[in-house]
């Protein structure tokens, strides 16, 4: 699957990157509807992404491909078959993800280094950051959706940084998804209220 399957720009996109973006646009598509069939979906994308990162040596988006699949199962399970019931997020653990999110940064970056991994700083804030918002999501918090619009915007860069020209631009759309998702999951959350 690491063979080229079409060139665009001067930018080879294999098979795996290819098929990785679909699955996961695919994922979080049906995320921002709150369907729970996003899951496998994550799954699958994680497992190809996996793959890609440890390619282009990103450990640490490598290592959150794991925790992207067992969240997905976590959220099969956790989740009702009617789908997500969004509620918020406690206001006093904001401040707390947070500062737990640059605490973990500063203590992993220097191993990502370490190990030769590339751009350690902002892989590891960046894995922390969707660790976050992947458990959000799993709690049924529509706040994970600004966090993965944050998280999405700095995968951008990142990926385009390292030549990721393709996963960069699903990146771009995944920003604009996540807004989309913020908005979606705030307006059933709002609903939800007025029709108690």
């Not at 969004?86 to 206001?91: D, H, K, R, S």
């Not at 653990?93 to 700083?121: E, K």
């Not at 990721?164 to 998702?181: D, E, I, K, N, P």
């Amino acid at each position: 699957m690491s063979s080229i399957f079409f060139t665009a720009w001067g930018y080879e996109v294999s098979y795996l990157e290819f098929v990785a973006s679909i699955a996961s646009f695919i994922g979080v598509g049906l995320g921002i509807t709150g369907k729970r069939i996003t899951w496998p979906w994550w799954a699958a994308s994680s497992a190809l992404y996996l793959i890609l990162f440890i390619q282009w040596d990103l450990l640490a988006s490598a290592l959150l491909q794991i925790v992207f699949i067992a969240a997905a199962v976590m959220g099969w399970f956790g989740w009702e078959v009617s789908g997500a019931k969004p509620g918020p997020f406690a206001n006093k653990y904001r401040l707390l993800t947070l500062v737990a999110i640059i605490i973990a940064t500063l203590i992993f970056a220097p191993v990502l280094t370490h190990i030769g991994a590339v751009a350690a700083f902002p892989d590891a804030l960046l894995l922390f950051g969707s660790l976050a918002a992947q458990l959000l999501m799993v709690y049924e918090k529509y706040d994970n959706w600004p966090l993965w619009l944050v998280v999405d915007a700095g995968y951008v860069a990142l990926y385009a940084s390292q030549g990721l020209l393709f996963t960069s631009l699903l990146y771009v759309a995944f920003t604009a998804m996540a807004a989309l998702g913020w908005s979606t999951w705030y307006g059933t959350h709002r609903r939800a209220i007025r029709s108690l």
